[in-house]
């Protein structure tokens, strides 16, 4: 199975067709540690998880 893993919201980019982009200040942004990024990959893999987009 292939999971995704979102560390951050933030982005330099200013698309205008994505929730992301740099200009959009109504979104809360967040940048997750490098021991819960860990603790979220292991969780995924536990749950059968075996490919992990870091994105």
């Known amino acids: ?3 995704f893993l979102y560390f ?3 982005c330099r980019n200013n ?3 994505c929730q ?3 200009s959009n200040h109504k979104l809360v ?3 997750k540690t ?3 990024i860990t603790a979220a ?3 995924m ?3 059968g998880v075996h490919l992990i987009d870091l994105t």
């Open 41 to 43: 990959a292991q969780e």
């Open 34 to 36: 490098q021991p819960e």
């Open 45 to 47: 893999a536990a749950a």
């Open 15 to 17: 698309c205008n067709f």
């Open 29 to 31: 942004r967040y940048r």
């Open 8 to 10: 951050s919201n933030y």
């Open 20 to 22: 992301y982009r740099k």
């Open 1 to 3: 199975m292939y999971g």
